[in-house]
């Protein structure tokens, strides 16, 4: 995806017409597939700072954001407008390079109007441009300092409309250190007009790429579920301590294939455990995959094809066999029967667990004992023991909240488990 920024516009700014006037690049450096770093290495001769060093993050400078100075006329520049836009922010400032940076930086910390200290990424441009129109005067001009201009495009779609052109006079003379007031205290205002929109606009981002890797179900679950799910990935993954774009595409891709719950699903028992080992927001993500490629290859077959044959055991079993087992091992033998590989992994105290879940899920919803248990096991084994909640599965929720009788949702349950195996199996033939 090329970020969109109209040239036109950057050069009818004011700032840019001003040859006593520099031009900087603030370039995030972290992209999944190392644009920015090959752009520095294929035009390396520009004054640049690694705004991470000499911070808590220093480890990471080298693909942390970058803030680069560049001539008009410059190949990276070039670059930069015409496919590089949605890496980076453009600046402009009478003053040096180093000026520059060590106001910058500062601001890669925030404290927020609840009085959390986070770290800002104001050098994503989904952030940035949310961020800068949502602050008042004062805010904007503590934040600009001896920046003059700045200009930057939102990385969702490519829309004239989509890019941010700001214009900041500034008395050089008048601007120091100590005119600064930090740390950067976000207001409640600023923080609810920049921080909600922003978030729904990385979730666009993550919806899109659910739609392009998981066609089948994307279309089952609906845009608006889909974008439910994306959001609540960024959840989950803020809690983990991920914060780059292509490390929630990761995390979002793995919770597709266990469900949003698996942190507290017997059958996930241990990569939930290697997860929450792990020393940093990395290792976590880095246990997430290895524990997620262990269970497809344990549990679907080298070609899916225990997967396949448990599909078809599902799609053979009549509805009134989901009324026939009363007691716990019962229900986990029956399960165990439908997909043996995946009864294996989890291992035989985790399929009880499961089922004694279901139970109370069923008391819940006031549903028949047997059925109701029978099948909200099912669908917990094969799903996720949040499927009744996750966003993945809307049609679950959905029935159990219409308002029918008890025996009534059982059977719907049933149906649309029969219609999930389906397209299942058709997406593996596919």
Known sequence: MKGFLNPDKLF?????????????????CADEHGHVLQALGKWPRHEMIPLFVGTKDEENADIGPHLVKVDRDSQLLQWFLEEGAEHGIIFFSEASIEVLGAHLQPFLECILPDGRRKMFRFYDPVTFYYFIPNLTPEELSLFMGPACGVACTRPVCAEEADSLFVEHPIALELYGPSKQRLPWFVSEASFDGFV?????SLALVLTGF?????????????????????????????????????????????????GTGYQHDPQFRRIAEAVQEAQTPENSLQALSTGVNEFRAGVRGGSDEWYHAALQRVLRTSYEAWHRPNFTTEVAAMLAALYPERAAYAGEQAVIDLVKMARKEAEAWALPPRPGICLLAGLMFFLGVDCVTDPLYPWIAQNLHNDMSPARKIRELFELGQRLAKIELRSLVA
């Open 12 to 28: 009818s700014m004011t700032p840019w017409k001003r040859k006593d006037v520099n031009v900087f690049l603030l370039l995030e």
């Open 196 to 200: 909600i929109p922003a978030e729904y």
């Open 210 to 258: 659910f739609y392009d890797t998981q066609r089948s179900t994307a279309r089952l679950m609906g845009r608006k579920y889909v974008t439910r799910f994306a959001r609540k990935i960024i959840e989950q993954s803020r809690a983990f301590g991920l914060s780059r774009q292509s490390d929630l595409m990761s995390h979002l891709a793995l919770i597709a294939k266990i």
